[in-house]
């Protein structure tokens, strides 16, 4: 039964890192003339409003992208800056945009979008949000939907998945998803988020992921105070496979914004 439901945690800390990379990296793709495809095997509700209950319940949102603002993190080309923007505009000054709908706010008509969400309500918020875009949305499991579309058309393109690691048994069968679905699409980018837990929970996961040696694969890890005491997610990680030129360089920005946080 699954229960986690990102309202919570949306533009928390570990989104500001996901969500500035992934908006990077489809910025870098989507400057060549040529169709992509986008494929989320765990998508959420796709948007979220900063100052609904849940949100403010945890104060998340406001130690994460809403400090990142105020401080200016990101300057106005960046393409989170772009997509928070559009989508601000679009549905008001709390709204902030999950990955389905930065990806949508990004991407081009010729683009392809396909997106999984198991949990009845969010897949019911998820395709009433990205009806407009014109996104193909699946109340499927992610894994099984990624298996099926690949090698997608368009075959340039990215997926991102993004457990909410419910079933502890994602961190061991990760590694083998993830070499299966390179081997299936080896051009396309598979980013892979995780978090940084206080007991290392997703140590053996990363170090099996990198000892696999897949193309040009990168991982980024950044720290950051708990969001409360005894909250047990001390960081944010994403582990890119094909990682477009010039995505390290991105990571080094991160690693020194990230770096001033108490
Ligand atoms: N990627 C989203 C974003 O950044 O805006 C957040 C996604 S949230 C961390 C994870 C989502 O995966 C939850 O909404 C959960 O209901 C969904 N989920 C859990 N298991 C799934 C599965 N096997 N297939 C598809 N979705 C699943």
Redesign the pocket.
Known sequence: M?S???IYH?GNLA?VQ??ALLAWMLGYLAQKDKPLSYI??????GLYQLDAAESRRTGEAAAGIERAQAEGWFDAHHPLSQALRQVQSRHGAAAYP???MIAANLLRKSDSLHL????PR?YAALAAAMRPYGAKTYQ????ELAQSLLPPTPRRGLM?I???Y?VKSDYDRLPGIIAKLHRKWNVGVIALWYPILTDRRQAAMVSELKSQNLSKSICHEVPFPAAREGHRMVGSGMFVVNAPFGFADETHKLDTLFSRLK
């Open positions: 699954l986690y439901q990102h949306a989104d996901k969500h989320e095997t765990h998508s959420g509700r999950g990955s389905p999984a969400e198991l949990h969010e499927q499991d992610g894994f991102l993004d457990p909410s419910e």
